[in-house]
C-alpha cells in the first residue's frame, strides 16, 4: 500500500445533509404530488448506538470518494468510478465451517439479524489517513450467534467476491484475490465489531464496500473487509490478504498502534481527510479501554 495523500478539493468537503435534505425535499414532493404512500427517500431505519463517537463526521463526499477497494483499481478514486459494476442484489453469504448448520443467508434477510443501529467509528487506514463514519449496521456477534460455531472455533474467515467480469481491475491489483481476511473468536464476538450495510443513513454505496462489510474500528483499514460472500469458522489462523502480500508490513492482528511504525513510514499522526495537519495516533485507535484486554500478556511488536 502507498501512503500518498491526495489532496481533496473544496467539493468533498459539503456536508451531505446539504444536498441530502433537498433530495429529500424531492422526494417528498413528488409522492405528495402522486398521492403515494412510498417512503420518501430509500434510508434505512436503525437506532442511534451509544457505542458512537461524537467527533466530527467526515463529509460524504470524502468518505465515498477516497477509498481502498483494489477490486476496482488502486488509486483512491478508482472505486467510486469503477464499483458500478459491482451487482449487489441478488446477494447471498454463506456461513460455513465448523458451525452446527451451514447456512447460505440471502442478503435481505442478513439485513434483518439483528435491528440496525448507527455507530460513528473512527476508521485509521495504515496508510496513515484517517475519517469518522457514520455507518448502520449491527454487531457480528449477533451473525455469530446465530451460525453456531462449534466449540473448536477459534476464528472467523471472510471472503469477499470475486467475479472478473465485475471486476476486470482485479487482475491488476498486486494482491491475491479474492481478498480474505480474518479475526480471532474472542475479537469477533466483541460488542465493537460490527457488520456494516449503511453509512450515513442510506445503504452501503458499492466502493465502500456494499452490499455487506467487516468495521473492526481498533485495527487499520484494511481488515474491514468489504462485499462479504463467505463467513467461514476455522479452527487455526487463517490467512489474510495484506500478509500474504507482504508478511514484514501486515500482520494477523494489525492492531491501530502508534508504538509500531510500519517498516515504511511511521505510524504516530495521522491526516483526518479534509484536515490540513496531522494529529497524534491512538493506541487501538482510541478504542483501548473496551478492547486492550483482548491483548493481554501479548507483545504487540511480534503479534503486530
Ligand atoms: N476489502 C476489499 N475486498 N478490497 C480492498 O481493497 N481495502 C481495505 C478495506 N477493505 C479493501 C477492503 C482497506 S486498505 C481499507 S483502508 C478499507 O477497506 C477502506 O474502506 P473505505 O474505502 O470504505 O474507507
Known sequence: ??????????????????????????????????GSQVAAAAGLN?????????????????ITTYNNYYEFGTDKSDPAKNAKTLRTRPWTV???????????????????????????YRHRCVEAWSIVVPWIGFPLSALVNLAKPRSNAKYVAFQTLYDPKQMPLGK????????????????????LAFLAVGLYGDVLPNQNGAPLRLVVPWKYGFKSIKSIVKIRFVE??????WNIA??????FYSNVNPEVDHPRWSQAKERRL???????????????DQVARLYAGMDLKKNF
Open 46 to 62: 436503525f437506532v442511534k448506538s451509544p457505542l458512537s463517537t461524537s467527533e466530527k463526521q467526515t463529509p460524504y463526499q470524502a
Open 236 to 241: 487455526k489462523q487463517p490467512p489474510t490478504t
Open 172 to 191: 491488476k491489483a498486486g494482491i491475491q484475490l479474492p481478498y480474505v481476511e480474518g479475526l480471532r473468536m474472542d475479537e469477533a464476538m466483541h460488542p
Open 246 to 251: 507482504n508478511s514484514n508490513e501486515y500482520g
Open 1 to 34: 500500500m502507498s501512503h500518498t495523500i491526495k489532496y481533496l478539493p473544496y467539493s468533498m468537503v459539503t456536508p451531505r445533509s446539504v444536498y441530502l435534505s433537498r433530495r429529500r425535499f424531492l422526494a417528498t414532493a413528488i409522492a405528495t404530488r402522486a
Open 94 to 120: 454463506a456461513i460455513e465451517g465448523t458451525v452446527e448448520q451451514p447456512l447460505m443467508l440471502d442478503i435481505d434477510t442478513v439485513f434483518k439479524i439483528a435491528p440496525l443501529e448507527e455507530r460513528v
Open 274 to 288: 479534509g484536515d490540513l495537519f496531522m494529529h497524534p495516533t491512538q493506541k487501538f485507535n482510541g478504542y483501548g
